[in-house]
């Protein structure tokens, strides 16, 4: 077991679970630790110049907030908006499945934990990475709910997108993400299945909360 609590939350593209995470985890005190935050940093770096190995060895990714929300540094430099880009999302999804980039981020996802409270966020958090967490949530929506989501999104970014083209790639990326031969999608018997597409946000954060305190709460940690 973690020293301290371990929060996951596991889920498909667009079912909230970024923004859910980390209004939990503010809620809760814990730190928000966003897995596709690390990939993105890697792919950064290696669209930068640097070669992949010498990333996995030497790159530092942390995690801090302020008033803007989540901020990602890597080696000390807040690189937060430079990892949204189409270029560094296409480069993070394909360095995604080498098992050396996942091992990196299964690693530096474990030292978070190491220094404290965590939830964290991703698509194997509670079957891979922390297999042992304390509470774990499968957040899901219907595959219509999702993307119209991503539709709001991007048309509120000022992006065109047609709702047909958003649901097509959206189940693309799901097949994708359950048949990967490295650390795939799935929802796990211990994991608490919550549906989100007539909740709103914080709906899904009262139930989370709620379920956090109530098994957490009956367990000591080290100090």
Request: hydrophobic content about 45%.
């Amino acid at each position: 077991m973690s020293r301290f609590p371990v929060v996951t939350i596991d889920g498909p593209a667009a079912a909230g679970k970024s923004t859910v995470a980390r209004r939990l985890a503010a809620r809760l005190g814990y730190t928000y630790v966003n897995s596709g935050a690390i990939y993105r940093a890697v792919a950064w770096r290696v669209k930068g110049g640097a070669r992949l190995p010498d990333v996995l060895r030497t790159a530092r990714v942390e995690f801090r907030g302020d008033a803007r929300g989540l901020r990602v540094l890597v080696d000390g430099a807040d690189v937060t908006e430079a990892l949204y880009t189409p270029e560094v999302s296409i480069l993070a999804a394909s360095l995604s499945r080498e098992p050396a980039v996942r091992a990196y981020a299964d690693t530096l996802q474990r030292a978070h934990a190491a220094r404290g409270p965590v939830v964290v966020e991703g698509r194997d958090a509670g079957t891979v990475v922390f297999p042992d967490a304390e509470c774990k949530f499968y957040l899901d929506a219907s595959l219509e709910a999702r993307a119209r989501r991503r539709l709001g999104e991007l048309a509120a970014a000022g992006d065109a997108a047609d709702l047909d083209s958003i649901r097509a790639a959206m189940h693309a990326r799901d097949v994708a993400d359950q048949t990967r031969p490295v650390a795939p999608l799935a929802r796990t018997g211990d994991a608490i299945y919550v549906e989100s597409s007539e909740l709103t946000v914080e709906q899904v954060v009262d139930r989370m909360a709620e379920e956090v305190e109530r098994t957490c709460s009956t367990r000591s940690y080290s100090p």
